[in-house]
Each structure stands twice: as structure tokens, then as C-alpha cells.
């Protein structure tokens, strides 16, 4: 199986294609896709800005790459590593 984490510039920066573009090259390796999807209400806040999406977990680094993942941002990827988990155990039983 396979998830992703985006780290990109901006917002409109393209985190959403990084994982459309990712997942031709996760089936080609017999991959299975595993999104963030709609587990995680954090992902659709607006107190503040954020990388995440249904696609996966993210983040915004700023136009220089100096801004680091935020607590929220780490908030939501943790809750996609226990979404991924999840559904890879029942995957491999």
C-alpha cells in the first residue's frame, strides 16, 4: 500500500497533482492508494492554513522552504497514518 505526505511552495502549488500523478506510478508497482479521504473533520477547517486534502496529508513550505508542518498539519498526519494502518491491516489479513 501506499499514502503521501506533500510538501509544496503554495497553496495552488500543486499538492493535489502530486498525488494524482503518484498514483499511475503506485499501481505500476502493484500498490494499492490509501488517501487521507473524509476520516479527518481537522481537514476541512479554516481556522488556519493547512496542506492536507481528501488526496493525503500535507504541507505548505512557503514560497523559500523555510515554514515547517504546523501542529494541526501534524495532527491530520498522524490521523492518516492510523487511517493507513487500518486499512492495510485488512488488506494483508
Not at 15 to 33: D, I, K, R, W
Not at 34 to 47: H, N, R, S
Not at 50 to 55: E, K, L, M, R
Request: charged fraction near 15%.
Amino acid at each position: 500500500s501506499a499514502g503521501t505526505f506533500v510538501s509544496v511552495g503554495t497553496q495552488g502549488g500543486g499538492q493535489e497533482m502530486v498525488n494524482l500523478t503518484a498514483m499511475p506510478f503506485f499501481a505500476h508497482l502493484g500498490l494499492v492508494f490509501v488517501p487521507l479521504g473524509y476520516v479527518e473533520p481537522k481537514v476541512f477547517t479554516y481556522d488556519e492554513t493547512h496542506g492536507a486534502s481528501p488526496w493525503g496529508s500535507g504541507t505548505f513550505a512557503g514560497p523559500d522552504g523555510s515554514r515547517t508542518p504546523s501542529d494541526l498539519e501534524k495532527e491530520i498526519c498522524v490521523s492518516h497514518g492510523k487511517h493507513f494502518a487500518k486499512i492495510t491491516s485488512k488488506l494483508a489479513a
